[in-house]
């Protein structure tokens, strides 16, 4: 019997709102019976010796004490979550010194003994924790394999309690991976029902009241069986998805086996149910479903599974489970600014459970050979599940008609509780090795250390039976984060007229999990069409700009502030309104994906937002001081004409936040934009000239220049009236442009320093050669995924791209670290697809023009010509056709003084690097003259601090991608080489646009002032 012998590779719509449950329509589901049937479990699992074993769980020193100390818990579960990845002793105990000593922390006296005992006790500190956390994972995993966890589930099944066996995995990142995945999913179906065939007869286990159900019961998570499994294009998803889908179901269906879907996070849910139904309607297998109820749309969600199995007389389980990753969504949808799509309350949850069990039971059949729901219950919470054995009388419907399901490790009195009153109970048993696991154990840490953990209180707290069975009610939650989010973050003033009054908060991206999102944005990229402009105006022409500007200045320079802030309100708005079409005019002027392409306009958005609210307290003047008789005060005034170089890169963004910070402050400007994305600009440009029209702006405040940079680019930022020049693009043009704009220095010939009326002032951002660490302890999930985002998004034509990957590896240069890593990202990256960016499962597009893409190209073959080791160049689709495509290209073996370790090569090619240390790693980093963005992927607290002090780069991201910066919550922009100037989308950037003035007044008259 293999079960997978060979080792393993160790390794939509919008949420459907239902409305917000009063306390009172829960409350309405209180039945006595409830409460009857509540008891009868509840006083069965109190009195059965299993309960022992859980409370002696909660006894142990590390639950103990993560339920007395929220700190420690927090420290004590990311150690846990990092400790797979540590290889020995040493190891250990640094990391647990590190978690353990963060601030706010204590110490359980078992361990601080230990550490007390410093570096002499290492390896005892290292053994007492190792031994603790392998114990809580040898309780919810079962085994390392399904082979090893077999005569657990022959002893269970002896008890009366059937399995459904799932594998944990890493995240899945490629093919290879996924096809690992179905290779065991395959084994495990293929072999477990001959392995348990011989096991004696359970009736109760192995019918229901519509006949029989498969002994062998398999959970699957589809996100593991592809790794193209993304929402943003359902179809695409779904076809990848099948192929390695069908094979397992059809196996399952010969030999006789139940296949349950997982759910997993709310962005799959959509694709999870089409999938599903889709799977169902083409194969006959004995099928399930986990559905949650802890989401808003459960409800709905439930109604349109059951209208769908009757509708297609197909019969199915419904796992209804109340959701594992609450913690998760509420996160996720407070940093993308989304309504969360969880409930805010817990009893919310309870509630929604119980009208969801109320709909799946309408659904289930009575007699064999119809359509419907049969309901398997999910939950260790005796409320939850006495409410549905109640319905279940209700209706008339058999107890075997309903399934119990709990999870392995947890609740195993309530287990034997049901098993006594005759219910079909299941556990649902997880295998799999120790790093894979420590994702689920984390869940299940939490889950059973969270103060609203009905099995906390029932058996742990032992709280009272009415008050555990009493009907889910309470007071309403408190507002969704997402609309609170402007107050709560107070990112920017609120000035008072300024847009909608309210501090800025970030545009949110397009949810692309939503089908109605989707269809939208297909249907307005498709149709947008892109302006054609020619760059063909002149020196001249430009001069004629600047003096039109100029003699505009002085009216634009006195214009009410707020006035010129609404200009910039009233842009965003239009903006927003054209928002998925001018994404379009993006995605086909420069390549950009789907997501690049939103989030260059959001970006766009967000510093019209962030620049209107930011400017107007400028203007007010502040008076500094309270010294009776004098006033000091300080304020700000324009410069001047401002000349804005934008680059192609984002060409709405860039180009849009450095002409909304120079007009907003008062300057009137000239806008060149890059010669290969005129069209959005001017876009941008006339929507900011309607704005301007409408409060009844001077004219020539605003000029549009599309022109060659080397000519009139060059002419403009030469022309002495000019005042101010923002630029971001190549290095070398933005040190000719500071090099032109220096005044002339006195003492080196010539009077012309004497002619000039003012001294230019030059914003100028120019690039980066960023690099990310990974450290020994990284979590390489999601390090693999974030790495491979911010080196290939967009082609890596982004300054802030990472173009180099810093692996320490202290066993060497072919180490297994940094062996793993590779193997993992190569992988990974090979999973991309190239092609079309108007389709959306596009994940690389064309770089820019051919011109790059020469340029690109040479520095691959200086690289290789260097001995660089190439380790992947992806081939090209035959769709790629004639476009400039330059596939993912990943060397590794490349050392400092390598050409492409030293100098911006813009495209898709990263350079893998070894450092032996930490420290090595550091300085290999800092070694670049570029110092715009960095990265750290660790789970050493000490080394992200130290990165915080030694990483010198303008944007330091640690555990996360290094592209993306949000406007006023990641102030964006670098230092050497990378720029002058300080941070786009920060609180200095507008004063590089204006100059400070100041008064004092005597206020003293003969002796009085007024404010004695
Ligand atoms: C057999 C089985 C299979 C499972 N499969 C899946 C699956 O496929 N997908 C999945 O997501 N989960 C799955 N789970 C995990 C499951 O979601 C949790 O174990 C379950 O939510 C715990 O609920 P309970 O009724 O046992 O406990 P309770 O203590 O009654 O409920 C705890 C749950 O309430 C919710 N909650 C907690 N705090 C709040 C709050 N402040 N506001 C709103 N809601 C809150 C959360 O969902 C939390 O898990 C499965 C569980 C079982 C038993």
Known sequence: MPLFPRKSSRKPEPPVVIPALSPQAAAGSGN????????????????????????????????????????????????????????????????????????????????????????????????????????????????????????????????????????????????????????????????????????????????????????????????SLSARCDPIDTEGSIRDLMRRIEPILETARDKGVFVNFDMEQFAFKDLTIELFQRCCEKIKFDAGLAMQAYLKSGVEDAKRVCDWARAKNRLVSVRLVKGAYWDYETIKAEMNGWPCPVWGAKWQTDACYERMVEVFLDACPRTAGGGGVKLALGSHNARSIAAAIAGLESRGLPRNALELQMLHGMADQLKHAAVEMGLRIREYVPVGEMIPGMAYLVRRLLENTSNESWLKAGFLDNADADKLLAAPSGPSPKADLAEVGPERHKLSHAPEGVGNGRPFFTEAYRDFSRSQVQEAFAAAINKATVPKIANDRTPAQAAEMVAKADAAFPAWRDFDPRQRASVLVKAAATLRAQRDALSGVMIKESGKTWREADADICEAIDFCEYYARQAVPMFERQRLGRFIGELDEQWYQPRGVAVIISPWNFPLAICCGMTTAALVTGNTVIVKPAEQTPGIARIMFDILQEALNSVGAPKDVLHFCPAPGETTGAALVRDPKVAVIAFTGSRDVGLDILHASSPPSPFSGGSAASSLSHIKKVICEMGGKNAVIIDTSADLDEAVLAVRHSAFGFQGQKCSACSRIIVVDPAGEDGPAITNFLRRFVEATRSLSIGDPLLPGTDVGPVIDEEAKAKINSYIEKAKSEDCKLELQMPLPASAGSRAFIPPTVFSHVKPNHTIAREEIFGPVVAVMHAKSFDEALKIANSSAYKLTGGVYSRKPSNLEQAKREFRVGNLYLNRGITGALVGRQPFGGFGMSGVGSKAGGMDYLLQFVEPRASAENTLRRGFAPEL
């Open 32 to 223: 006595p019976r409830i409460i009857e049937v509540g008891k009868e479990l509840l006083e069965r699992a109190r009195g059965h010796k299993t309960g022992l074993l859980s409370a002696k769980f909660y006894s142990d020193w590390l639950m103990e004490w993560s339920m007395k100390d929220p700190g420690f818990k927090v420290q004590m579960f990311r150690f846990v979550d990092a400790f797979p990845m540590l290889k020995d002793g040493e190891q250990i105990y640094t990391h647990l010194t590190d978690y353990l000593n963060q601030p706010g922390v204590s110490v359980p006296p078992v361990i601080g003994t230990a550490l007390k005992a410093g570096a002499l006790a290492k390896g005892m500190t290292a053994k007492i924790v190792s031994s603790q956390i392998e114990g809580m994972a040898s309780k919810f995993i079962a085994g390392h394999d399904a082979a090893s966890a077999l005569p657990g589930l022959k002893d269970l099944w002896g008890d009366g309690i059937a399995f459904s066996v799932d594998l944990l995995g890493e995240a899945c990142l490629s093919d290879a991976e996924a096809d690992e995945y179905q290779r065991k999913y395959l084994d495990l179906i293929t072999n477990l029902p001959e392995q348990v065939a011989a096991w004696k007869g359970q009736p109760r286990l192995e019918t229901d009241h519509l006949g029989a159900i498969p002994r062998v019961n398999v959970s699957i998570k589809i996100s």
